[in-house]
């Protein structure tokens, strides 16, 4: 866990360690080795743990997201997602100052599916950029629709991905 300074800047280093073990996990190396690969992807996204040993469940969890990728793939062409516009209010005087644009997932067998779920997933997989671009573009319409029709119109909120900022264009 000691830092490593690489051009002068401190780096922090960490172990993820994923264990399987002969014969339960495994009959074979090549088994034993993803075994061991997906319960060393489970420590890495558990930041409390350091080493996971492999579980079955595992497998389901890892078939699981990889299904969410492929159909948060194709959530945008199938039209699924909706933005939600929360209320923010100003602390001192209790008055709307605008709108937190939210994004909501509706998947056409799971039902809603939260942000904190997908939202990983998106960023993990590069679909977060044309998501982004779309939550951007839809919140800049409803922002539009409003300034037309109200005489004071609200500021609206929108949170981006740092993979928008770096893969995207988002002043375009």
């Known amino acids: 866990t000691t830092p490593l300074t690489v051009a002068g800047n401190l780096l922090p280093s960490t172990a993820s360690i994923g264990v399987a073990i002969y ?3 495994g009959a074979d190396r090549e088994e034993l080795i993803c075994h061991a690969d997906l319960a060393m992807y489970q420590s890495k996204h558990d930041l409390t743990r350091r080493i996971s040993f492999y ?4 497998e389901r969890a890892t ?3 990889f299904t969410l990728a492929q159909d ?3 959530a945008l062409e199938l039209d699924q997602f909706t ?3 929360q209320v923010q209010k100003c602390v001192a005087t209790g008055k709307v100052i605008g709108y937190e644009a939210l994004l909501h997932w509706n998947h056409p067998l799971q039902g809603a599916i939260s942000p904190t779920v997908f939202i990983p997933v998106a960023e ?3 679909h977060i950029v ?3 671009e779309w939550v951007l573009n839809e919140a800049c319409r409803q922002g539009r629709i409003w300034q037309d029709r109200l005489p004071r119109p609200p500021v609206v909120a929108v949170n981006l991905s740092a993979l ?3 893969r995207g264009n988002v002043l375009e």
């Open 72 to 74: 948060l793939g194709r």
């Open 83 to 85: 933005l939600h516009y």
């Open 130 to 132: 044309p998501i982004g």
């Open 55 to 58: 579980e079955p469940s595992l």
């Open 164 to 166: 928008q900022f770096k």
């Open 63 to 65: 078939l699981e997201r």
């Open 23 to 25: 014969p339960d996990d």
């Open 124 to 126: 993990e997989t590069g």
